[in-house]
């Protein structure tokens, strides 16, 4: 069955940067993409950006663009996204999804990884 | 960027009310738009995919409407499993964008 298991929680201080893993099971990696989504505390979702694991081409939210970098370990069907100049509006549980279908959709997501900043 | 506006914000309903959730885009989306219901601490699970197709293993009293600009997400008869937050999601360009979210209590 498909699996993404993410990274721990992570607490950062301002300015600095946190990596958050996704790692992918129970399907060939490089068919699919994967999405970051985060989610503010008490908040809505937040579309942050894709990669493709057959390319590594990557299209980010324009918002964060220059502060956000998501790459990929196709060795360990891995996908990081690391997030850089932290503040306290990046405080939020981030989850990792599978883009499937056309139109696409979201059907496996990871748990979510909580990441607080703050000082 | 779309905007995704959905409508109430929060509904108070009772067990077997029927509940509806309507989600509006700011251009048409074609029928590139999905449902999520999220529990507290959960990651959110996709309902209704292509505005009108139900994903595998959700129950039948769930059902999505719409095309173009306005959507409709149905419960047919309310579960107690189903008090939760609903989410919109348009699929038709990037970046994604989700609506704020309808939260549904118990009355």
């Known amino acids: 069955q498909v699996q993404l298991v993410q990274s721990g929680t992570e607490v950062k201080k301002p300015g600095a940067s946190v990596k958050v893993s996704c790692k992918a099971s129970?399907?060939?990696?490089?068919?699919?993409?994967i999405v970051w989504v985060r989610q503010a505390p008490g908040q809505g979702l937040e579309w942050l950006g894709w990669?493709?694991?057959?390319?590594?081409?990557?299209n980010y939210a324009q918002k964060l663009q220059g502060r956000v970098t998501m790459t990929l370990d196709t060795s360990t069907s891995t996908v990081y996204m690391e997030l850089s100049s932290l503040t306290s509006d990046d405080t939020a549980v981030y989850y990792c999804?599978?883009?499937?279908?056309?139109?696409?959709?979201?059907?496996?997501w990871g748990q979510g990884t909580l990441v607080t900043v703050s000082s | 960027d779309i905007q995704m506006t959905q409508s109430p914000s929060s509904l108070s309903a009772s067990v077997g009310d029927r509940v509806t959730i309507t989600c509006r885009a700011s251009?048409?989306?074609?029928?590139?738009l999905n449902w999520y219901q999220q529990k507290p601490g959960k990651a959110p699970k996709l309902l209704i995919y292509?505005?009108?197709r139900l994903q595998s293993g959700v129950p039948s009293r769930f059902s999505g409407s719409g095309s173009g600009t306005d959507f409709t997400l149905a419960i047919s008869s309310l579960q107690h499993e189903d008090f939760a937050t609903y989410y919109c999601?348009?699929?038709?360009?990037?970046?994604?964008?989700f609506g704020q979210g309808t939260k549904v209590e118990i009355k």
């Open positions: 251009q048409s989306i074609n029928v590139n």
């Open positions: 129970g399907y060939t990696f490089t068919n699919y993409g």
């Open positions: 999804a599978r883009p499937d279908g056309n139109p696409q959709y979201f059907a496996y």
């Open positions: 292509a505005a009108s």
């Open positions: 990669i493709s694991a057959y390319t590594g081409d990557t």
């Open positions: 999601q348009q699929s038709y360009n990037t970046p994604r964008t």
